[in-house]
């Protein structure tokens, strides 16, 4: 289920765009072939949170794990029933604030692929592929009209915080 929640900041159009692998009773599921980490949390609470504010439904969230042996497929689903502390809205908003920053510094923040060829920024670019997945994508003009993954780095808002 795709989804997607769009803000201006400054001049800039942002879009969050993101894609739900399933959703049943009330609640949004992540579906992994692996173990839980903890940035699937992050993802799960953007998705709920963009779903909140787009249609004023507050959502639960889980995750479903798979492993395939031979032609058989073992899973498990476990709803979260912990929200984090966190308010339907409040990691939308965070995540909002942390883009706003990075605008505000100036950080082509993102992580490299073939589609840098096209950067203006490309040699001012220090993406290495050791960043943490923020599920955030950008349109504008100047990137001709590419949606590009925007990555944060671990540590790095420091500053911020």
């Known amino acids: 289920i795709p989804i ?3 803000f201006r900041y400054k001049d800039e159009d942002i879009v969050i765009k993101g894609r739900i692998d399933a959703m049943k009773d ?3 599921y992540e579906i992994k072939p692996t173990e839980f980490k903890y940035c699937y949390i992050r993802q799960l609470l953007l998705y709920r949170d ?3 504010r787009t249609s004023g439904k507050v959502y639960n969230i889980g995750w479903i794990f798979y492993r395939r042996s031979g032609n ?3 899973y498990k689903v476990q709803r979260i029933l912990d929200n984090y502390g966190l308010e339907p809205g409040e990691y939308l908003d965070y995540i909002k604030t942390l883009i706003a ?3 505000e510094k100036g950080y082509p923040v993102k ?3 073939s589609l840098c060829i096209y950067c203006p920024l490309l040699n001012q670019c220090t993406a290495d592929g ?3 997945y923020l599920v955030v994508m950008t349109s504008d003009k100047d990137f001709h009209n590419i949606y590009v993954k925007c990555y944060m780095r671990k540590g790095c808002f420091k500053e911020y915080e």
């Open 72 to 74: 058989r497929v073992r």
């Open 50 to 52: 963009i779903l909140f």
């Open 111 to 113: 992580l490299k692929n």
């Open 101 to 103: 920053w990075m605008i």
């Open 130 to 132: 050791r960043w943490d």
């Open 4 to 6: 997607q929640f769009r």
């Open 26 to 28: 009330n609640t949004i």
